[in-house]
């Protein structure tokens, strides 16, 4: 053979060479037929169903009887298992990890937006291994646009985790969040941007939409002074530029409010979820409910931080603030006003977003309006069309937990298969 016949030889082979290696490195979609022995839809439950994927869309649900071609499908069979949409989680904060471990200044204060970036990747992953396939992500925390850099990565496919949606820096009061307790000579990086008055307060939105969020999360209230009780802070005009600034731009505005006043500053303001609201009241519930303003109750992480308090869960009586969050979410239950799914992930461990689902059953809700406020509410809610059913068209974000999470809600930490966009990431 020639050294011009070798030559092109081997450029034959690095062209196949280079072709594998390109194929290798994205995800490989096909089609498959999900066998369960029951399929929660969004909405309902069902027996003898099975689902059909084609590329990284849902074709079919219900009988396999009506499939046609269903022969041409791999076929997974997932014996004592419910299949489900994935979950869309409400509340999380990828950069933060439990205050158990280290507390918040801390993690501000000392942590680098590189350290917090390296552990995002580990959280994100996490909670697409415990099912959650979408998660809204409320501020970053001191660490600017970092979060915005992780969803890059997620959807160009370097790390694997959930879609996320993303809030950004945040924005807060002037004066009214952490951390604190240093002098006035010593500058130190804060847990959100501060804003006063409406012009600055319309600049920080636009900032923030342009550097890459898709919502803004803004903080109604909160503690001026150390110790001292949550008090409203924006003013009302001050919310009601910042949420027309958002929605002229096509986003849309959530809140961190706990008080009575600041979650009705910001449900008249028209954001569209309050995060939080420990201190909602029956009638600032139905306000809520009749402006189409969403809770997002974050019951696990209240939980989590009077466990880190000393608090013995189960050997103890409930604390105060227990006691007030089940009365509250109780009223909120009564108003009937939508309740988002969503625990404030990061204040405990990522991967354990469960826990807000059993609380918000052993609270007073009922398993079966969980699993809607996990899929197909907060799907409605944070505007994602095709997303959180089990429908043909809807894109296929699709889990398996063992056994039935209706009897049983702690079944959702059994999570075992995991779909999204198509793409199988576990199969136990």
């Known amino acids: 053979m020639s050294n ?13 060479g280079f072709i594998l290696i390109l194929f290798c490195a994205f995800p490989v979609h096909s089609q498959h037929l999900l066998i369960p022995d029951r399929v929660f839809d969004g909405e309902e439950m069902h027996s003898g169903w099975v689902v059909a994927v ?39 904060h990828i950069l933060l990890h439990p205050y158990n471990e280290t507390e918040w200044n801390d993690q501000v204060l000392k942590e680098s937006a590189a350290e917090r970036a390296v552990r995002a990747t580990v959280h994100v992953n996490k909670s697409l291994m415990a099912g959650v396939t979408t998660m809204r992500d409320l501020g970053s925390e001191g660490a600017g646009y970092t979060d ?58 636009r900032n923030q939409m342009g550097g890459g969020a898709n919502l803004i999360k803004i903080y109604a209230d909160y503690r001026w002074g150390k110790d001292e009780p949550s008090q409203a802070t924006f003013l009302q005009e001050e919310i ?56 997002c109750p974050t019951l696990a992480a209240g939980d989590a931080t009077e466990q880190y308090k000393g608090w013995q869960k189960g050997e103890e009586p409930d604390t105060d603030r227990i006691v007030k969050k089940k009365k509250s979410f109780k009223l909120a239950l009564e108003s009937g ?84 966009d198509g793409v199988i990431y576990k199969d136990e």
């Open 4 to 16: 011009l016949a070798i030559s092109k030889k081997l450029n034959q082979i690095n062209y196949w």
């Open 54 to 92: 084609n590329e990284n869309k849902i074709v079919y649900a219900g009988p396999e009887s009506g499939l046609q071609r269903a022969n041409s499908y791999q076929r997974k069979e997932l014996k004592g298992k419910t299949l489900m949409p994935g979950i869309i989680e409400g509340h999380s």
């Open 148 to 205: 915005v850099y992780v969803k890059k990565t997620i959807d160009d496919g370097i790390i694997p985790g959930p879609r996320l949606l993303i809030a950004g820096p945040a924005i807060v009061a002037t004066g009214a969040y952490g951390p604190k307790g240093f002098h006035e000579g010593v500058t130190v990086p804060l847990g959100a941007v501060p804003v006063s008055g409406e012009a600055e307060a319309i600049k920080e939105v």
């Open 240 to 295: 009601d530029a910042m949420v027309a600034t958002a929605t002229t731009a096509g986003k849309y505005v959530v809140a961190h409010a706990s008080t009575p006043e600041g979650m009705k500053r910001a449900t008249l303001g028209g954001v569209e979820t309050i995060e939080h609201g420990d201190g909602g009241t029956l009638e600032i519930f139905s306000l809520m409910k009749e402006h189409n303003v969403a809770l």
């Open 337 to 420: 006003v939508d309740i988002v799914f969503g625990g404030d992930v990061g204040v405990f461990p990522h991967g354990e977003n469960y826990r807000e689902m059993e609380l918000m059953v052993d609270y007073g809700m009922q398993p079966l309006n969980v699993l809607q406020s996990a899929t197909s509410v907060n799907a409605r809610i944070f505007h994602l069309d095709d997303l959180g059913k089990i429908q043909p068209e809807y894109l296929a974000d699709i889990i398996a937990v063992e056994g039935n999470p209706i009897e049983n809600i702690t079944q959702m930490r059994q999570v075992k298969f995991v779909m999204k």
